[in-house]
């Protein structure tokens, strides 16, 4: 790898950190709002959802032009691709926090419940997923990638176990049907954030072991 091609996957690096951060934060700001029934928290991370785009826009034409001008082949292309990859997967993190942040305005409306499930909880594991996914990427280690895959069978779980409190609650008190579809659908976008981290994690597996996670069979009895 060139002195010069080195020096740019390292600002890579360093900028899907800082976009990491950002997203991070923007869905801790989405659960924040939807436990305070905060309408204004929640268009707040709305608004910030454009900075998110445009670092997304950015990293990737990075990538881009580093593939245009140094041509990488072997482990240096499989670095770029994730790049690019995973750039998406964080943009598309913060695409679900704008979601979480609108059931805060639609909650504020409505009467106020206890939620239904610990959404702090669940985000909370979460949001060590997306850290931990990124940071396996600039580690490029294999095994802290593994471990976020195995921790969304935890996250899984966990919203299967919010619908089912949320349809044994419907049923009892369909007076509720309105708000506890909002917290409904804070679940499976805290879900689909951590399939993204999944994603993430198994790009890295790809780049440091050259296995696909995703379609790889155990061959323990």
């Not at 943009?91 to 979601?99: Q, S």
């Amino acid at each position: 790898m060139s002195i010069h091609m080195h020096r740019e996957i390292e600002q890579l690096k360093g900028a899907l950190l800082g976009l990491c951060g950002l997203v991070e934060q923007q869905i801790a700001d989405a659960v924040r709002a939807v436990l305070d029934r905060d309408p204004d928290l929640g268009d707040q991370v709305e608004q910030k959802d454009q900075a998110i785009d445009r670092k997304e826009i950015e990293i990737e034409e990075s990538a881009l032009k580093l593939l245009a001008l140094y041509q990488p082949v072997a482990l240096d292309l499989r670095f770029v691709i994730a790049f690019i990859k995973i750039n998406s997967d964080l943009e598309r993190i913060g695409d679900l926090a704008v979601n979480i942040a609108r059931k805060a305005r639609n909650l504020s409306l409505l009467e106020p419940i206890r939620p239904p499930f610990d959404v702090d909880v669940m985000w909370q594991g979460v949001k060590t997923m997306v850290r931990d996914s990124v940071d396996s990427l600039i580690q490029t280690n294999a095994d802290l990638a593994a471990d976020v895959c195995h921790r969304d069978e935890e996250v899984d779980r966990q919203k299967r176990s919010a619908r089912q409190m949320i349809e044994k609650l419907i049923a009892e008190q369909p007076q509720l049907v309105q708000p506890l579809l909002q917290y409904l659908s804070v679940s499976r976008n805290l879900e689909r954030a951590a399939d993204h981290a999944t994603n993430i994690a198994e790009d890295v597996i790809y780049l440091a072991r050259g296995q696909i996670h995703r379609h790889h069979v155990s061959t323990t009895p």
